[in-house]
């Protein structure tokens, strides 16, 4: 007689497999992500600091999206929403933040497969791994992860799982008005003076700003629409009165293209170059700030312009320099970000300004996103680190590979196939002097990386950057634009 044996799994093992993924957070990219591990049976949590999906994209949702609907819904979370009989809506219509909560992200959240699964009001503030820190090495892989949570009231908690994804996005942590990237000393005084990005000019922060000059400061695509609701307001508004202040040389890359194939990020940029060549918003570019002085109800940006010192006085200041990522969180978490824009290691040559003026980048996906920390993943906006560009089809196609890696399809996890609009134009202060960047004559091309499997050994050098006929960081086809997704 044969007798079979069957051998129990590990504990361990088995422990893990009874944890669910963890997704911080509930915005657009963590809910796509949960609704791609549940589409592969694969039990899921959400972790949501806010008190509903999408508390940050609310925090700008005055502001209109230079993407279409056909670019802001995730695969997996458009099947989730059509079983519950869910009415898409038209692929072509440009929504503003609130919309894209409430027609898309409130109606995802609520799903039945969903709804029971996301925790609001639940900040995480600290991810490891059960009784380990980060030095200890031994059964790392098979130790589930502990993060620590807070909730609103302040309240205390930990929750185990077997794999995290972090999509808690960076617009909490803007970066500092000082050029140098440090909070200046008693910036905490001026808070009645300086504003967060993208503030509602036209709405209920009106009369913050009707009749007052702004010093709007930054150079990507939130200052923009700032710059433009506030010419708007001037028209309105008597004695309204705007400049604008960027580090850059050149403020090109906001200005945009006509080739931009999403054509509302080109007018963007070039509603606002119109209105700097009518005088309407005065440019200072060139413009280092260094510390903020208090001119008893004003506001003086005192710095550096061409080396010489320089200040520029105001009413209101609106901080559009950006954003950065909270990585205080992960510090028992063993991650692997380059050194210069914060991003993961084989991701970050794909998006760093410093080499990439045109704002295109190589489509990509868990290999780009490896940690040394098996199962760890950061993704979304989170992933670009300091990098100034995201779209949201990206961040889904982040974790579409994630969630296929996660169910073990490593093939599947590995074939990534993306087709972002081009953004049509490069920045000229970015390069030689000579004007020569990626977009010149022999553009700076970025291949595929080689195969990374998840678990192994991250290169701890950027990967050559070789020069090709044949392709580039302008590439338009599969080129991922670098444009903030708001």
Known sequence: M??????????????????????????????????????????????????????????????????????????????????????????????????????????????????????????????????????????????????????????????????????????????????????????????????????????????????????VVGAGHSAANTLLKLAALAEQAPGTTITWAIRRLSPLRVFGSDADELAERGKLGGRVHDLVRGGRINLVDGFETDQLERDGARVRLVGRRGGSPARIAADVVVNATGFRPDLGMLREVRTALDDIVEAPRLLAPLIDPNLHSCGTVYPHGVVELTHPEPNFFIAGMKSYGRAPTFLLLTGYEQVRSIADELAGKHAAARTVQLTLPATGVCSTDIGSASGDACCSTEPAAVPAPAFVPVTGVIPTARPTMAATSGGGCCAPATAAPIGAQR
């Open 2 to 215: 044969t007798m079979t044996l069957t051998v129990p799994p590990r504990t361990d093992e088995a422990r893990l497999r009874g944890l669910p993924v963890v997704v911080i957070g509930a915005g657009p990219v963590g809910l796509a992500a949960a609704a791609q591990l549940l589409e592969r049976g694969i039990d899921t949590l959400v972790l949501e600091a806010g008190d509903s999906a999408g508390a940050a994209v609310q925090r700008w949702g005055h502001t209109r999206l230079f993407s279409p609907w056909e670019y802001l819904i995730d695969e997996a979370a458009a099947r989730l929403l059509d079983a519950a009989g869910w009415e898409s809506p038209k692929a072509a219509a440009l929504p503003t933040g609130q919309e894209l909560v409430d027609a898309y992200l409130a109606p995802l959240a609520a799903t039945p497969a969903l709804a029971a699964r996301i925790r609001y009001g639940t900040r995480v503030s600290a991810v490891s791994r059960q009784g380990m820190d980060r030095t200890r090495s031994a059964g790392r892989a098979a130790t589930p992860f502990l993060l620590r949570t807070v909730s609103a009231d302040g309240v205390q908690g930990e929750v185990l799982a077997r794999a995290v994804i972090d999509a808690s996005g960076t617009y909490s942590t803007p970066n500092p008005l000082s050029s140098n990237g440090l909070d200046m000393p008693g910036v905490e005084n001026f808070h009645d003076l300086v504003t967060h990005a993208l503030p509602d000019v036209l709405g209920a922060d009106r009369a913050r700003f009707a009749g007052r000059h702004t010093v």
